[in-house]
């Protein structure tokens, strides 16, 4: 006998990557908000004839059918989400959110769910498309990823001592054990007024944003288990191609 299969219509989704299946079709790897990341089968999708081709985009909100059971499912729809052109990303975003896909991609699990990481992952992407600054948002979606995972970082006290962290003091970061009292001339040392914005996810400073960046990278880091993110292999390779720009180099920078 066979089992019946699961229908789904228009739930709220994102493609995060897409690769091509024989002559017309793509496997996709979606991030939906009811059932978390899955791979779809969509047939019949490339080409010019195809009325999904231009949908099917990765930064892009929404609305997908699907059914079938077991590891993947059958794409049988797909429609933007509020049923209109959607704003596009500006290119000097798009490597970026290129890095919060494959984030998503290395650190979920598919089959699980996570409402709250979905709605951080489409308000960012929305802040971006209406010309919100690059880093602030990235360092905020690193934040609540690592939280969501179960690997949330305690911004408020030090778990050796249970000291709370001091705006004056400077602190080290050890993945598995957490903050540490440091001098400030540590190498790697973190000002705790710049642990205190992250906290508040109010990352106004350079500086805040800077001890931001590489305490989120060390805890990333930590997760992925020694896993290279090739968007930040790619970015280092365009650096190294156009060392004299501007532009490029912020890529590496901010991821």
């Known amino acids: 006998m ?21 002559d017309t079709s793509r496997i996709l790897e979606v991030l939906t908000r009811e059932h978390g ?13 195809s009325r999904l081709a231009a949908v099917l985009q990765p930064f892009q909100p929404l609305l997908l059918s699907f059914s079938g059971r077991g590891e993947a499912s059958q794409l049988t729809g797909a429609e933007l989400a509020g049923g209109g052109a959607q704003a596009a990303l500006p290119g000097s975003h798009l490597m970026a959110c290129f890095y919060l896909n494959e ?3 290395k650190l979920t699990t598919r089959h699980d769910p996570h409402p709250t990481l979905f709605d951080t992952y489409d308000r960012v992407l929305g802040e971006f498309k209406g010309g919100a600054p690059l880093e602030p948002g990235l360092r905020v979606f690193e934040k609540r990823l690592l939280a969501e995972l179960g690997y949330g970082l305690d911004l408020t006290l030090e778990p050796r001592t249970g000291r ?20 400030p001339e540590a190498p790697g040392a ?3 007024s710049s ?3 992250l906290a508040r996810e109010q990352l106004a400073s350079a500086a805040a944003l800077a001890d931001a960046r590489r305490l989120l990278k060390a805890a990333l ?3 992925l288990e020694g896993r290279e993110l090739a968007t930040r292999a790619v970015a280092r390779e365009v650096l190294e191609l156009r060392p004299g720009s501007r532009h490029r180099a912020s890529l590496t920078e901010h991821t």
């Open 2 to 22: 066979t089992r019946t299969q699961r229908r789904t219509q228009l739930t709220p989704g994102y493609i995060l990557h897409h690769l091509p299946y024989r």
């Open 37 to 49: 990341r899955l791979t779809l089968f969509a047939r019949a999708v490339r080409g010019p004839k």
């Open 103 to 105: 984030l998503l991609m």
């Open 164 to 183: 709370r962290i001091s705006s004056g003091a400077y602190y080290l970061f050890r993945p598995g054990e957490g903050l540490i009292a440091a001098a």
């Open 190 to 192: 973190l000002a705790g």
């Open 195 to 197: 642990l205190e914005s």
């Open 221 to 223: 880091d930590h997760c």
